[in-house]
């Protein structure tokens, strides 16, 4: 079983940045499509950001020229750079291996006003 870890969440002013972490635990994983969703309270889970196999990425009108996906493959790890970040940004977030269904249990990134 493929485990994802993520990590970097916290807790950050507006107009604040942070950085996510995914770690996976078998090599190749973060080679496959990635994404990142997030869930805020009594919320439904949506899809922030993704990156195919070939480096492409897309992203979510709301976080468009705020966040970047990138990946490391040396390192076995998918990012989520955020910056500009607004309080309404505050949710766990989950990384999620597409082609898998892999999912991690979530960080949570909490923007204060």
């Known amino acids: 079983q493929v485990q994802l870890v993520e990590s970097g969440g916290g807790l950050v002013q507006a107009g604040g940045s942070l950085r996510l972490s995914c770690a996976a635990s078998r090599v190749g994983v973060v080679d496959s499509a990635m994404a990142w969703y997030r869930q805020a309270p009594g919320k439904q889970r949506d899809l922030v950001a993704t990156?195919?196999?070939?480096?492409?990425?897309n992203y979510a009108n709301s976080v468009k020229g705020r966040f970047a996906i990138s990946r490391d493959s040396n390192k076995n790890r998918v990012y989520l750079q955020m910056n500009a970040l607004k309080p309404e940004d505050t949710a766990v977030y989950y990384c999620n291996a597409q082609t898998y269904n892999y999912w991690g249990q979530g960080t949570q990134v909490t923007v204060s006003s």
């Open positions: 990156i195919t196999s070939g480096g492409s990425t």
